[in-house]
């Protein structure tokens, strides 16, 4: 089984399961055993749905100030966890390909192993979405049309995206391409790199 299979089965279960109840405050129930590919996928396409909800509420023109500004500071939490995830990932790649000898022109790839499965999440969130708008009752002919357009160009990146990385996984497992894994080493959530937070001591 391609690899991209697996990852796009876990995104979709974790979407399904986040919209039963629908809420950005409903607890995870992850099923998967812990510090397994599987729980980490599962984690962090959970955490990208209940963001994809923030995005949405933080954008009501008539939201309380203070609650958007709660929210922006859950969002930034959000978004560094994201980052994390990603780079757990793809030390669980790294670590699986590290005695791999690369060929003498092996190339390296211009994303990660993990960098690239996010956006696969954050596709399987899109194609979710677009699937509900296209199945509104309360939408015009014309709506529901560019709604189809749309779905389909988005399900064509999924099938395009889910090949290109079983690609890169081949690639990497034979030596055709190596793989570097570099932090993303954020500096705006660090007091000792944001000057807007260091300042103030």
Known sequence: MEMSHLFNEIFWKSIIDYHVVDS????????FQEKTLEYYLYLKNWIDTVQWHYEDIIRDPNINPEEALALKRKIDKSNQD??????????????RFQNITPRPDAIINTESPA????????????????????????????????????????????????LAIDQLLTDIESGKKYMKVYKQMKMYNDPELNPVLYRKK
Do not use: G
Request: include cysteine; proline fraction near 4%; charged fraction near 25%.
């Open 24 to 31: 950005v405050d409903a607890p995870i129930n992850n099923p």
């Open 82 to 95: 994201r980052t994390d995830l990603v780079e757990l990932i793809d030390d669980y790649f790294y670590n």
């Open 115 to 162: 960098w690239a499965i996010d956006r696969l999440s954050i596709l399987s969130l899109k194609i979710y979405h677009m699937e509900q708008e296209l199945n509104r009752m309360d939408v015009t002919p014309t709506h529901k049309a560019q709604c189809n357009t749309k779905l389909t160009i988005l399900l064509e990146q999924k099938e395009d995206l889910s």
